[in-house]
């Protein structure tokens, strides 16, 4: 195999999300096939303006572009699914793990998402004119979205929209969004149920976001991750002066960030593991290798996305290659944390920490953990953080008792499933991480004392 060292390719830090090679939009997601359209034919083509009716899932998209004033709206389903009156798979990552990607990127082809502009700072005083002259319209356009948001199962919606455009747009944090168009109506048909946890951190304006996610919401069982997204997103929680719109990317990374940040440091107080754990998954191509070492909490993940892979098809000033080479690139913190954004890894990092860190709790023991995520051509598209953090899930899920784990004596025997798993040769992987040569040079003061 050609080298593997970073080569410069902006692409795996971009991801198709900062735009950092200049464009107005991603030509590596335009060109893939799998954009072009994949949309059920059991509908015909919605034109000019349409009134759209259907059980409405909790969902709602914030863009970022053009922020601080960005587009917003709830989804609703079109086609087949307009006429099912429980919707709320359409929008539940935490349920779709196991599933193929044509079947998801059905679910998402199979809601329309409704856009409206408003800016994010909606309810403050005395700010630009800019982001405070709403209309009553857009008012009224806000305050639907945030109800639908608030509702534990989908809620019978009318939208009237105009300029409704045929595509699919892929981000490397969220999950696929479908046809959009503008909205210039939505009424909310049906009573709209609230769980209790929901209905109190917001109607407590003296709440912090942060504390609503992990003292009122991380712990009820009928409260998903996706959902404390929506939430925040949507602008419905935090102090009041505070609350503002959170476009979704950031929202997902936020939410995975505060409830790790959170578990760290109830792990800070637990007892070590006394051997090397290592455990293994795969899903839709996404290989990882979980390695898990005795010591104090920190933490590693090494990524490389295989040659002709989504994100490793073009080094800028080059263009598209034939055969591109992989790049092994990561992101680490030591036991103080991180301070600054895993700008590698983005997202992703922020969901396989804290799946770990729920596991790690659960057996009420602390250890240096490394992920070691491979991708392949069977991963076409990009998807969303939600396919690192249910996978993992699942993987952790099973602790012990999954087939896969394993107990090893030395750091060595636990890394050396990436020379029978993974494809992409085990020197490069160990050339990448930074914690590896820490681990086997730190001495701790037990070491001393021995």
């Given amino acids: 195999m050609e080298?593997?060292?970073?080569?410069?390719?902006?692409?795996?830090?971009?991801?198709g999300a900062r735009l950092l090679c200049g464009k107005t939009s991603c030509p590596i997601l335009f060109k893939s096939s799998i954009l072009k359209s994949t949309f059920?034919?059991?509908?015909?083509?919605?034109?000019?303006?349409q009134d759209i009716f259907g059980a409405s899932p909790p969902a709602a998209f914030v863009g970022h572009f053009g922020y601080?004033?960005?587009?917003?709206?709830?989804?609703?389903?079109?086609?087949?699914?307009?006429?099912?009156?429980?919707?709320?798979?359409?929008?539940?990552?935490?349920?779709?793990?196991?599933?193929?990607?044509?079947?998801?990127?059905?679910?998402?082809?199979?809601?329309?998402?409704?856009?409206?502009?408003?800016?994010?700072?909606?309810?403050?005083?005395n700010i630009d004119s800019?982001?405070?002259?709403?209309?009553?319209?857009?008012?009224?356009?806000?305050?639907?979205?945030?109800?639908?948001?608030?509702?534990?199962?989908?809620?019978?919606?009318?939208?009237?929209?105009?300029?409704?455009?045929?595509?699919?747009?892929?981000?490397?944090?969220?999950?696929?969004?479908?046809?959009?168009?503008?909205?210039d109506k939505i009424t909310v048909i049906d009573n709209v149920k609230v769980l209790k946890s929901v209905d109190k951190v917001v109607s407590d304006r003296d709440l912090k976001a942060a504390d609503a996610i992990t003292g009122y919401l991380f712990n009820v069982p009928e409260i998903t991750v996706t959902s404390m997204q929506r939430l925040l997103s949507t602008g419905l929680l935090g102090v009041k002066k505070n609350r503002t719109l959170v476009p979704t990317r950031w929202a997902i990374t936020a939410v995975d960030d505060i409830i790790g940040k959170k578990l760290a440091k109830d792990l800070h107080h637990l007892p070590w593991i006394d051997k090397y754990y290592s455990f293994r998954g795969e899903y839709l191509d996404n290989k990882f290798l979980i390695v898990m070492a005795p010591g104090r909490f920190l933490f590693e993940m090494n990524e490389v996305w295989g040659a002709q892979t989504v994100w490793n098809q073009a080094v800028p000033g080059i263009g598209f290659q034939p055969r591109q080479v992989a790049s092994v690139i990561n992101d680490f913190e030591l036991e103080k944390g991180r301070k600054s954004y895993a700008s590698n890894i983005t997202g992703a990092y922020y969901a396989a920490r804290m799946e770990i860190e729920k596991f790690l709790v659960?057996?009420?023991?602390?250890?240096?953990?490394?992920?070691f995520r491979e991708i392949m051509?069977?991963?076409?598209?990009?998807?969303?953080?939600?396919?690192?953090?249910?996978?993992?899930?699942?993987?952790?899920?099973?602790?012990?008792?999954?087939?896969?784990?394993?107990?090893?004596?030395?750091?060595?025997?636990?890394?050396?499933?990436?020379r029978t798993e993974f494809s992409v040769p085990y020197k490069y992987w160990m050339k990448a991480s930074n914690v590896i040569p820490y681990i086997k040079t730190q001495r701790s003061l037990d070491y001393w004392l021995r």
């Fill in 377 to 418: 051509g069977g991963y076409l598209v990009p998807l969303g953080v939600w396919v690192i953090r249910e996978t993992i899930r699942n993987i952790m899920t099973q602790g012990f008792q999954n087939p896969t784990f394993q107990e090893h004596e030395t750091l060595g025997e636990a890394l050396n499933f990436i």
């Fill in 130 to 183: 800019v982001l405070s002259d709403l209309n009553r319209t857009n008012r009224r356009l806000l305050e639907a979205t945030q109800e639908l948001t608030l509702a534990s199962k989908s809620v019978d919606t009318e939208a009237k929209m105009s300029h409704i455009r045929y595509s699919m747009r892929y981000d490397s944090q969220s999950a696929p969004s479908g046809p959009s168009g503008r909205t």
């Fill in 3 to 15: 080298n593997l060292e970073n080569s410069g390719n902006i692409c795996l830090r971009c991801k």
């Fill in 40 to 49: 059920s034919t059991d509908f015909p083509k919605l034109k000019g303006k």
């Fill in 362 to 371: 659960r057996i009420r023991r602390q250890a240096r953990v490394i992920v």
């Fill in 68 to 125: 601080p004033k960005v587009n917003i709206g709830p989804m609703l389903p079109i086609g087949g699914y307009s006429e099912t009156k429980d919707t709320k798979f359409l929008d539940d990552p935490e349920h779709w793990f196991g599933k193929p990607i044509e079947e998801i990127v059905a679910y998402r082809s199979g809601m329309i998402r409704s856009n409206f502009s408003i800016g994010v700072k909606y309810q403050a005083r």
